[in-house]
T-cell receptor, first 115, second 113 residues
Framework: EPEVTQTPSHQVTQMGQEVILRCVPISNHLYFYWYRQILGQKVEFLVSFYNNEISEKSEIFDDQFSVERPDGSNFTLKIRSTKLEDSAMYFC?????????????FGDGTRLSIL | RKEVEQDPGPFNVPEGATVAFNCTYS??????FFWYRQDCRKEPKLLMS???SGNEDGRFTAQLNRASQYISLLIRDSKLSDSATYLCVVNIGSGGGADGLTFGKGTHLIIQP
């Protein structure tokens, strides 16, 4: 079964440093998403991406965050200057069609630890 | 973004029993509904979509009540492998393209041998 893959599985970074999280969505999917889950809390939507532009973003997705699809396969989340509170599990997801009709499929996540 | 509410549990249930969870959502404009399952420190995995007429997938049955704005999940003949956190997920459908999902905090289920 095709799956969303994410790298790295664990990233440890000093506060204030930039970090890039990488995702390879399912190949025929057109809609891409980033979510985060702080330990012990619910999964929270960050941003969605379609047709090479942001489609929707939450209030969490401030100017420190950016997303990019640099080539035909990768989808990245960049955090420009990390804060302690950015420590969380970050999940990438993709869907074949907009989520109204199609479920989203999640990668196994990147655990981001900010020191 | 409106909330999705779930009883966090834990629900401790003997193997073979039937267990049911409910979930309520606050935005009446919500368009689509899902149950995901999440194992400890793992990604959410789609369990099933929830349709207005109700739907079944093996031992799992999902129901949607739009008037009361709640969703239910019934698990029959529970297995040890059903132990997980069950996430109620709603798509409000507010975007013109890709819509972010709204997650509940999850209901923790423990199946006991």
């Amino acid at each position: 079964e095709p799956e969303v893959t994410q790298t790295p599985s664990h990233q440890v970074t000093q506060m204030g440093q930039e970090v890039i999280l990488r995702c390879v969505p399912i190949s025929n999917h057109l809609y891409f998403y980033w979510y985060r889950q702080i330990l012990g809390q619910k999964v929270e939507f960050l941003v969605s991406f379609y047709n090479n532009e942001i489609s929707e973003k939450s209030e969490i997705f401030d100017d420190q965050f950016s997303v990019e699809r640099p080539d035909g396969s990768n989808f990245t989340l960049k955090i420009r200057s990390t804060k302690l509170e950015d420590s969380a599990m970050y999940f990438c997801a993709s869907s074949e069609d907009r989520a109204f009709n199609q479920p989203q499929h999640f990668g196994d996540g990147t655990r981001l630890s900010i020191l | 973004r409106k909330e999705v509410e779930q009883d966090p549990g834990p629900f401790n249930v003997p193997e073979g029993a039937t267990v049911a969870f409910n979930c309520t959502y606050s935005n009446s404009a919500s368009q689509s509904f899902f149950w995901y399952r999440q194992d400890c420190r793992k990604e959410p995995k789609l369990l099933m979509s929830v349709y207005s007429s109700g739907n079944e997938d093996g031992r799992f049955t999902a129901q949607l009540n739009r008037a009361s704005q709640y969703i239910s999940l019934l698990i029959r003949d529970s297995k040890l492998s059903d132990s997980a956190t069950y996430l109620c997920v709603v798509n409000i459908g507010s975007g013109g393209g890709a819509d972010g999902l709204t997650f509940g905090k999850g209901t923790h289920l423990i199946i006991q041998p």
